[in-house]
C-alpha cells in the first residue's frame, strides 16, 4: 500500500494535455500550495502539511516528472520551470483558487521562484527553502567547492549519458544524496526513504529533464528577468543552511536581489528541514502569512 499524507484526500488534476498531476488536499480556509525537493515526492510535507491543514486548504502535488505524477516526454520546454509553474497555477485553479501562498524546497523551491515571478498576482506569498535561484547557483558553482553540485553537471549534459548512469546505479545515487544531505536520519523513516529511492529509480528520464533545463531554458528565462531588473513583489521568507559562507557568497544579498521584502533564516538542520525541524519551518510559514 502507497503512503499517503494522512486526512488528505488525492486528486489527479489536469493541467495539460495528456499531463495529470497526483496532488493531495487537505484541511480549509486560505490556501497554501507545497512544493516537494529533489529526490522526494508530496510525502516529505507529511508534518508540515497536516499542522498547516488546522486552519488552511493545504494543497500538495508531485511535480511533473515526479512521484506518481505524469512522467510526459522532454520536448522544447516540457521541464522548463516556466511550464512547471504553469502546472501549479491550473492545480490551484482547478481547486477553486485564484490566488494562493507557494512554500517551497530545493527543486520545487526553483520552480516556485519561476511561478511568482511569472505570476505576481496570483502569489501572495512566498517561501523558499535551501535553495538559490537558478542564476546565482550556477555563478555560486565554480573552483573546487563546485564539487558539492557535480549532480547539477552530471545532469545538465545531453540526452543519452546521465540517464544511463543513474538508472544503473539508481539507489546508490539517490540514496546518496538523501544520506549526504541530512544531519537527522531518523527524520526520514525507511519506508518513506524507500518510496523516495523507489518513485526517483522510476523517474530517471523526466528528473534529469528537469535538471538539464534548469542549465539551459531555465537560465534564459531568469536572466531575462535580471535584466530587466524584475523583483518578487510578495512577501517573501527563505530558510537555508549556513553554506554560504563556506561557498564564498552572501546569501541573504543574493535573495534581496530578488526579493526586497525578505526575511531570511538560517537553520541548524540539514537540507531535508521540513522532515528534520517541521515546527521550525511551520513556524517561519505562520510569520511569513500575516506579513
Same mark, same amino acid.
Given at each position: ?87 501549479? *497555477? ?76 543513474? !538508472? ?22 525507511? !519506508? ?24 539551459? *531554458? ?63 519551518? !511551520?513556524?517561519?510559514?505562520? !510569520?511569513?502569512?500575516?506579513?
Amino acid at each position: 500500500m502507497s503512503l499517503t499524507i494522512p486526512n488528505f484526500e488525492y486528486h489527479r488534476i489536469p493541467v495539460a494535455d495528456g499531463v495529470d498531476l497526483n496532488t493531495a488536499v487537505g484541511g480549509s480556509g486560505s490556501p497554501i500550495v507545497l512544493l516537494h525537493g529533489f529526490p522526494q515526492t508530496h510525502l516529505m510535507w507529511r508534518h508540515v502539511a497536516a499542522a498547516l491543514a488546522e486552519d488552511h486548504t493545504v494543497i500538495v502535488p508531485d511535480l511533473r516528472g515526479y512521484g506518481a505524477s505524469d512522467k510526459p516526454a522532454d520536448v522544447g520546454e516540457t521541464y522548463s520551470k516556466r511550464t512547471m509553474g504553469a502546472d501549479v *497555477i491550473a492545480i490551484a485553479r482547478a481547486l477553486g483558487h485564484e490566488r494562493f501562498a507557494l512554500v517551497s524546497h530545493d527543486r520545487g523551491a526553483l520552480v516556485a521562484f519561476r511561478t511568482a515571478m511569472d505570476h505576481p498576482d496570483a502569489v501572495t506569498h512566498a517561501a523558499f527553502l535551501d535553495v538559490l535561484p537558478t542564476l546565482d547557483t550556477w555563478d555560486a558553482m565554480h573552483g573546487v567547492s563546485a564539487a558539492v553540485g557535480f549532480h547539477l553537471f552530471l545532469m545538465a549534459q545531453p540526452v543519452g549519458l546521465p540517464e544511463t548512469m543513474i !538508472e544503473n546505479s539508481a539507489d546508490d545515487f539517490f540514496g546518496y544524496f538523501l544520506d549526504l544531505w541530512t544531519k537527522n536520519p531518523d527524520a526520514i523513516p525507511e !519506508e518513506y526513504r524507500r518510496a523516495y529511492l523507489d518513485a526517483s529509480a522510476a523517474a530517471v528520464p523526466s528528473i534529469v529533464a528537469d535538471y538539464r533545463a534548469t542549465a539551459s *531554458i531555465d537560465v534564459a528565462h531568469d536572466q531575462a528577468d535580471a535584466d530587466l531588473g524584475t523583483q518578487l513583489s510578495m512577501p517573501v521568507s527563505v530558510v537555508q543552511q549556513d553554506w554560504g559562507a563556506a561557498l564564498g557568497y552572501d546569501a541573504t544579498a543574493l535573495w534581496k536581489r530578488w526579493a526586497p521584502n525578505l526575511a531570511h533564516y538560517t537553520t541548524d538542520a540539514g537540507h531535508f528541514m521540513a522532515e528534520e525541524s517541521p515546527a521550525e519551518i !511551520e513556524a517561519v510559514i505562520q !510569520e511569513l502569512l500575516v506579513r
